[in-house]
């Protein structure tokens, strides 16, 4: 089946079986490898993107329910010479350690500050539930959305 979307800005089409999951189509098709296979049921979070505003995982959202779709991946935040106020902040912060859960919870993150300007800790961690690291404590994860979330405010306000 044809399926026809609009990634990272860009309209792209593939023609892939109907069981395919929009992770399996954006990492063969596509070639966009941000987004992680992790757990396969929607339970880790490393799987996720931004499907027309909404946070998704997707390794539960079939391709053929994506087209017509806007898709945001982690190669979607940043270019060659400047990340995403919420990516360098966990750079800066060393919010991340092995790194494998990163896209997902850096893609949660954006879309919470897309929403709100200026989140809570708990609505932090409430956007970052569906988002599982077995590295750290999510402490300096917190931190590094906040901060990010500064930035931004301080940037808009210029």
Known sequence: MKVEITVNGEKKIADV?????LL?????????????????????GTCTVVVDGESVNSCLMLAARAS???VLTIEGLATFQ???????KFEDLGALQ????????????KNLLDKN????????RDALAGNLCRCTGY???????????KEINTTNAL
């Open 82 to 88: 400047k990340l995403h106020p919420v990516q360098q």
């Open 139 to 149: 402490t300096k994860m917190i931190e590094a959305i906040q901060e990010a979330a």
């Open 98 to 109: 092995c790194g494998y859960c990163g896209p997902g919870m850096i893609m949660s993150a």
């Open 24 to 44: 399996k189509m954006l990492r063969d098709e596509f070639d966009l490898t941000g987004a992680k296979l992790g757990c396969d049921v929607g339970d880790c």
């Open 68 to 70: 017509g779709s806007e």
């Open 117 to 124: 300007k200026s989140p809570s800790v708990d609505e932090i």
């Open 17 to 21: 079986s109907p069981e395919t999951t």
